[in-house]
């Protein structure tokens, strides 16, 4: 898998890193087999500079990249995870909103080790600087960037990695055809749509036909749990309704 990680924190009149990673999806996606994008929620503290949840987003690229850093399809191309961040920047810059503070960070599953996985959990509890961030991706060989402003956003894309290496944090805001369901739908439409699994948070069986309570134009938030696509629900006074985990 090939993480690719960015935290705008843009200002708060403006779309947000959710919609920024949706784009550059769309982009990689052209190119890149892409499973998904993640959002994870890191630290909200008056210390810590946000727009309005302090999140950064990764785009998962189902590509398997040996230890040496190559594409094990085509062995020639030495230099993929540089290619994925370059055509990933200038997505970013190309739509740089004055204000904002961006970072970017591109890496390979076989890069992540324990001391980014702690990071990641560090910045989800305390404040953690640039410094850290920089150390860690110099060390490791990861890929990072600031695109402008502070350059705050290096921390959130580095966490980025880090948590979403875990296949257990954060929650899905796109993979398969989830985006284009709205509103209730039945567990067997969602099961079509790229979830693996609808599950009670009580351990209750979820029957195919069930429906699903969402909400008028709204869609599903499912997370990844042990690597797969799972939403939760919690079935009150006999409805199904879709939960949301940070």
């Given amino acids: 898998m090939i993480f690719v990680a960015m935290d705008d924190t843009d200002n708060i009149n403006t779309r947000g890193t959710g919609r920024l990673s949706r784009n550059v999806a769309e982009v990689l996606g052209k190119k890149y087999p892409i499973k998904g994008i993640v959002r994870h929620q890191l630290l909200v503290h008056p210390d810590v500079p ?54 970017l960070a591109v890496a390979s599953d076989t890069q992540v080790t324990a001391s980014l996985i702690a990071f990641g959990k560090d910045t989800k509890e305390k404040i953690v600087t640039q410094c850290q ?23 959130g894309a580095m966490a980025g990695i880090g948590l979403s290496s875990t296949y257990n944090d954060g929650r899905y805001i796109s993979v398969g055809k989830i985006r284009e369901l709205f509103g209730d739908q039945s567990v067997r439409t969602l099961l079509k749509s790229g979830i693996d699994e609808v599950v009670s948070i009580y351990g209750e069986s979820v029957k195919k ?18 690597n797969e696509v799972v939403l939760l629900v919690e079935n009150i006074r006999g409805e199904l309704i879709a939960l949301k985990r940070k």
């Fill in 133 to 155: 961030a920089r150390s860690l991706s110099k060390n490791l060989g990861i890929l990072l960037e600031g695109l402008g402003g502070t350059e705050d956003g290096i921390i």
């Fill in 209 to 226: 036909e069930s429906i699903v309570k969402v909400g008028e134009n709204k869609s599903v938030k499912p997370c990844p749990i042990n």
């Fill in 50 to 103: 946000y727009t309005s949840h302090n999140s950064c987003a990764v785009i998962h690229i189902d590509i398997n990249v040996n230890q040496k850093g190559e594409f094990e399809v085509y062995k020639d191309n030495k230099n993929l995870l540089k290619e994925i961040f370059e055509e990933t920047k200038k997505e970013m810059l190309d739509d740089f909103i004055e204000g904002s503070d961006p970072g």
